[in-house]
């Protein structure tokens, strides 16, 4: 998305190609990963109806087809997104490709990573420039500078970082744009690669930046702005023209102005997209008109971000309490939306305990619980406050899937065993939506009833039984323990003991009786 807009900003002044090395590649399993204390929970070959991944894999192309599509095409310059900063290095591999093609070629780094360590990421020899903030306007400048030889002025673009000839560094501020009504030629990309189900899709930005200030988010400084109605307009002509049958919005704050977002959905009412939001949804300025609007307009599944139930972890991570949110839910568990909910596990100054009445909470509701496993956001303030280790060695690690300990009161196998907990919840209401017979919690087991289902059956009653996790290794044909908390296991279970479990599609509930 972020090349998108940029190679439409530049297409007048020069020849552009996107190419995403992500889409339509085969995964990679890998053996040999940088991550070795998760090798416990990588599980190859086993079954449970709890799953989670099994292996390390790599996504997307690998180095020899990235280097034979740079090498054929012969370009000038290689711009590579860098968004992630646990996937740093990556990126890092594009350029050091581009440079091995051939050194004379220019390359330019962008995106959340370089714009948050620009003086680190400047330290690799075979990134030359580096765009910090929003890119469009730095891009188009710095190349109309490198088409006139004017290298000397590129320190007048606002921005744009790189090292000088002494060796000492130019870095700039973050870029924001003053106008973000640029639409994305859609063109550049190859629609077959983006479809989701059957439907051809596309990410779409109404609005961009974000008023608020989450310890935990690592997104960049720049302002809430909001794109023109007219440009919004005309974007969604385009999509139509192009077929596209589903938009996922990925504004930061997409529902922050309801005046704005209702006029955005009228644009969309009866064209027959499917809409979703699956960066999340901000509930605090909703209301049941703009949700009926939202339905009309063609949003099935909403996504929200809770983070935990309880109003004191909530403020010290200096976000909004979810009093509107909290009102609404009634109208949302009757509506016909699917709603999913996200919660984090680990949180600095956050307690087992706490995640434990989330879940409770979120299982008692007619919503499927999303849980988030805590990473600290390069950028964010609490990665400010906790991170002090060797940089290169622990940056790697801040994604969710490391499981990385930050709360001393989180071990990976405590969050883990909540993953582990929270799947077991959705498998219940799963089963809840299909037997609305089911009254009590011990009686789920019985229907798992078929040879095929045994495992299953067996994982499940020694769960509820023995307040153990357990998996089917399918090549030993037997039965392992998880790696887990059990002390977790039993605090939940004691914890939900005559609880409540509501299905995600339908409100028939379940007694947990365990
Ligand atoms: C959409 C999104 C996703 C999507 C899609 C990402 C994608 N591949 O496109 C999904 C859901 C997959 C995702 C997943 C993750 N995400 Co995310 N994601 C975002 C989000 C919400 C919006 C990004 C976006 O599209 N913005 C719109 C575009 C137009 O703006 P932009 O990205 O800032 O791009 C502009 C500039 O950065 C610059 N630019 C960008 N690239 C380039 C390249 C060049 C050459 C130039 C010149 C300029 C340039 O110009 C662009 C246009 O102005 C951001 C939060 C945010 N608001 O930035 C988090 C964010 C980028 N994600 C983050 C993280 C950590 C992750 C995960 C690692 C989380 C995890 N699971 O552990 C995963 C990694 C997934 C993966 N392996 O690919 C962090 C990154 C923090 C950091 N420093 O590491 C952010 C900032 C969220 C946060 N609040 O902390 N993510």
């Not at 350029?95 to 995106?111: D, P």
């Not at 680990?346 to 919503?367: A, N, S």
Request: charged share 25%; glycine share 4%.
């Amino acid at each position: 998305m972020q090349l998108l807009y940029l190679a439409t900003k530049i297409k007048d002044i020069c020849d552009v190609s996107v190419i995403d090395f992500r889409r339509n590649k085969k995964t990679k399993a890998i053996s040999e990963h940088p991550f070795p204390e998760l090798d416990k929970y990588y599980r190859d070959g086993i079954s449970t109806p709890f799953s989670m991944f099994n292996k390390y894999y790599r996504f997307g192309a690998d180095s020899e087809e990235i280097k034979k599509v740079i090498s054929d095409s012969n370009p000038d310059i290689v711009a590579v997104s860098s968004l992630f900063t646990t996937y740093a290095a990556e990126a890092q591999e594009i350029a050091a490709i581009a440079k091995e093609v051939n050194r004379e070629i220019i390359t330019v780094m962008g995106g959340t990573h370089p714009t948050v360590f620009p003086e680190f990421v400047l330290n690799n020899p075979d990134i030359d420039y580096i765009i910090r903030g929003e890119g469009e306007t730095p891009f188009f400048r710095l190349i109309h500078f490198l088409q006139k030889g004017r290298e000397d002025r590129i320190d007048e673009i606002p921005g744009v970082c790189f090292k000088k000839s002494d060796d000492t560094k130019c870095i700039s501020s973050i870029n924001v744009e003053d106008n973000i009504d640029l639409i994305p030629d859609r063109r550049f990309l190859q629609a077959e690669n983006y479809m989701i189900g059957r439907k051809n899709y596309t990410f779409f930005l109404t609005s961009r930046g974000c008023p608020f200030h989450c310890s935990f988010c690592g997104k960049p400084p720049v302002p809430y702005r909001r794109r023109s109605i007219a440009s919004i307009e005309k974007e969604v002509e385009e999509c139509i023209n192009m077929n596209i049958q589903a938009i996922d919005f990925e504004d930061d704050m997409l529902t922050y102005n309801t005046t704005f977002f209702s006029q955005v959905l009228d644009l969309l009412r009866g064209k027959g997209i499917t809409l979703s939001a699956m960066n999340g949804i901000y509930a605090e300025t909703l209301d049941e008109e703009t949700l009926n609007r939202m339905y009309d307009a063609g949003f099935r599944r909403l996504n929200f971000s809770l983070v935990d139930i309880s109003s004191s972890v909530i403020s010290r991570q200096k976000r909004h309490l979810p009093a509107n949110f909290m009102k609404l839910l009634p109208y949302l568990e009757s509506s016909p939306f699917l709603v999913e909910i996200h919660f984090i596990i680990g949180l600095p100054e956050q307690e087992p305990e706490d995640v434990i009445d989330t879940l409770i909470f979120l299982m008692g509701k007619r919503l499927l619980p999303g849980p988030s496993i805590f990473y600290l956001a390069p950028g964010s303030p609490l990665f400010d406050v906790y991170f002090s280790e060797d940089r290169e060695k622990h940056l790697k690690s801040m994604r969710s899937s490391c499981m990385t300990e930050v709360n001393p009161l989180f071990l990976k196998d405590t969050i883990y065993t909540f993953m582990q907990l929270t799947r077991f919840i959705n498998f219940v209401k799963h089963c809840l939506d299909k037997e609305p017979s089911l009254k009590k919690l011990s009686e789920l087991p019985a229907l798992l009833n078929t040879d095929k289902e045994y495992p299953d059956r067996h994982i499940f009653n020694t769960l509820l039984l023995e307040k153990r996790l357990i998996h089917y290794d399918m090549r030993k044909k037997w039965f392992a323990d998880e790696s887990q908390d059990k002390e977790l296991i039993s605090a939940f279970f004691k914890k939900a003991h005559s609880a409540k479990i509501t299905g995600f599609k339908t409100m028939n509930s379940l007694i947990v009786d365990i």
